[in-house]
């Protein structure tokens, strides 16, 4: 027996756990833990510590501080079972602003008190830290904290009483067709137009699209699969499995697309040849001319270089994905299928996303109901002229009616 419980007062327990004997003296090691409630609720404590101590994650009460347990909770939680660059937010995080500020404190001991002045003095006084970083911030610290219950080491989630501050979401910035067309005719020579060009035409995430292989693509039947992605970590490029299952998706190219990547696979094979290798299936479709991968801060920079050359304001590599999503959907695609093209956990986030574009849909809609309804209305009066009248749908950017009219073609640009 590891543990048991001993009643100090009505609604009052004791738990003690055995946590093995001292390697320096051999003595047999006790630890105390007090719960207030009912039986079954000390029973429920003692069965998560005893848990704790089994998975190794059990420390002693009033012992630890918060700035050893997020350690602990990064190494023996987080490198386990999330993503590698998650892991080295969290990391950034729990290193250049928890622990220097909060890290001395008894885990046990931490009110919600101290963590809302210290998001207070960050963020109120001016100490340079947004409302999304202290907000991230936030997020990782509850994060830990609640693992911390979860073990059987809290009883309470000091985080969860804390308001951090809320940033203004910033609308998103996408580019309408006119402009996608500069982008491409502007980029055209240049080594990264495939990436610029396939990204537009499927709203491909960046570490997607680097991270695409020969084999992964049915040019036969205009289809991409995506199985792979490639992410920069501490300066050296890593591929790994898409994030999710919904992320680890299938999409059908457009046959224009199709076409442009077949042709795009004859002149690598010709530069390979010159180099004196064979392309195989498993080399990367975006890569420099000796098959290594391209790297994606190099990438990065190379479109803002582009996009401050055209005077595009606020436009970042990753808009060209929210741009195929808003004209995807002034398209008049359903929902649900823009959705399952850029791998979203739920159609729900994608009307979320694109709000802005949903609520011009709403609108066009509408008038459509009116030019139906209105002339059998009509009739009834002796009126045979609509009331209603066509009108073209609002661009993607929020922008003033164009000369590109509905959106009713495939979304290809040359």
Partial sequence: MRGHIKQRAKGSWSIVIDVGRDPRTGKRQQQWHTVRGTKKEAEAKLRDLLDALEKGVYVKSNKMTLGEWLEKWLESYVK???ALRTYDGYHSVVKNHLVPNL?????????????QQYYSKVFAEGKGLSAATVLHMHRVLFQALKYAMRQGILMHNAADLVDPPRGKKSRMRTLIPSEVAKLLETTKDTPYYPIYYTAINTGLRQAELLGLRWRDIDLDLAALSVNQVLYKRRGVCIFKEPKSEHSRRRLDLSPSLA???RTHRAQKEAERTILGKALTDDDLVFSRIDGTAVDPGTLTHHFADMVRKLGFSRVRFHDLRHSFASLMLLANVHP???????????????????????GGLQQAAMRRLDEMLQPELQKDKGVSKPLAKKDDLDTASGQSRTDDRRFTKPLLFH
């Fill in 80 to 82: 386990v079972n999330c």
């Fill in 259 to 261: 076409l442009y990547l």
């Fill in 103 to 115: 890290g001395m404190i008894p885990l046990t001991q931490l009110k919600p008190q101290q963590i």
């Fill in 336 to 358: 649900k299928i823009v959705s399952e093209m850029l791998g979203h956990s739920s159609v729900a986030f994608t009307l979320d996303t694109y709000s802005h574009v949903i």
